[in-house]
């Protein structure tokens, strides 16, 4: 989760303006899970820049024509959908969890199949021995671009540019799934300091390069400076705390 990363960033960086430290969700999941002693209450909140929601997907040959059909198939028999994703306490295990809670079937009935990287978790999906992968759009995207999988939909509050599926909230499920991003700088920066870091970041992000990354990685600008975005923080780890004691890993 990125932890060993913030403790050698905190302990070498202090003061130093020019340093960042790219941090998301994941992140402060690793934080809860490994009961870290540096947290990101040791660095100093800058901004968050967007978020990437997760789609839901099935390979082309699947049964599944739609999220009502797997909806139905999952109610009636939990266990005989396998789910594909990233690491136990991962955004994408947390948020199928967060669904099946929203569905009254229980946690311990998710059949979820974790993977440490997002090859391995295509290649079971594409062969068939996953019926549902979850996971970034930047991930999954040339996949679907090239019809090997079926968006059923997307974990997104409302629908995003590009990509062709209805939101779990639009199909009735109040649920959204996504990983969002940002950056932290130093400890003990200067509130003038932290004041030219945060420009400097949110200039950044209307850059032409920058839009075009938004653009092809189908992410969800959603930007949020200083200590609006370390309170959102505080907030994530209250959330992620929760879900990470649903899913028996706390």
Do not use: C
């Amino acid at each position: 989760g990125g932890t060993l990363g913030l403790a050698q960033f905190a302990n070498s960086t202090k003061g130093d303006p020019n340093a960042l430290l790219v941090v998301g969700a994941i992140m402060v999941a690793g934080i809860e899970q490994n009961k870290s002693q540096i947290s990101l209450k040791d660095v100093t909140p800058i901004a968050r820049l967007f978020t990437e929601y997760n789609v839901i997907a099935v390979r082309k040959e699947s049964e599944y024509k739609t999220l009502d059909d797997l909806i139905k198939a999952f109610k009636a028999n939990p266990t005989s959908i396998t789910w594909g994703g990233g690491s136990k306490g991962s955004v994408d295990h947390i948020g199928i969890a967060e669904l099946a809670g929203k569905l009254d079937v229980p946690v311990n009935k998710v059949n979820y199949v974790a993977f440490g990287g997002g090859g391995e978790v295509v290649a079971q999906a594409l062969g068939g021995q996953l019926k549902v992968i979850t996971g970034g759009f930047a991930e999954l995207g040339q996949y679907i671009k090239n019809g090997q999988f079926r968006v059923l939909a997307i974990g997104a509050p409302e629908r995003v540019p590009g990509i062709d599926a209805p939101t779990l909230k639009e199909s009735g499920y109040d649920v959204t799934i996504g990983n969002w991003r940002g950056v932290y700088g130093a400890a003990g920066l200067t509130p003038e300091q932290r004041k030219e870091v945060i420009d400097a970041v949110v200039a950044a992000t209307k850059s032409k390069v920058w839009q075009d990354n938004i653009q092809t990685n189908a992410w969800t600008p959603s930007v949020l400076t200083g200590d609006e975005f370390g309170k959102f923080v505080d907030e994530e780890h209250v959330r992620l705390h929760a879900m990470l004691v649903k899913v028996g890993l706390l």
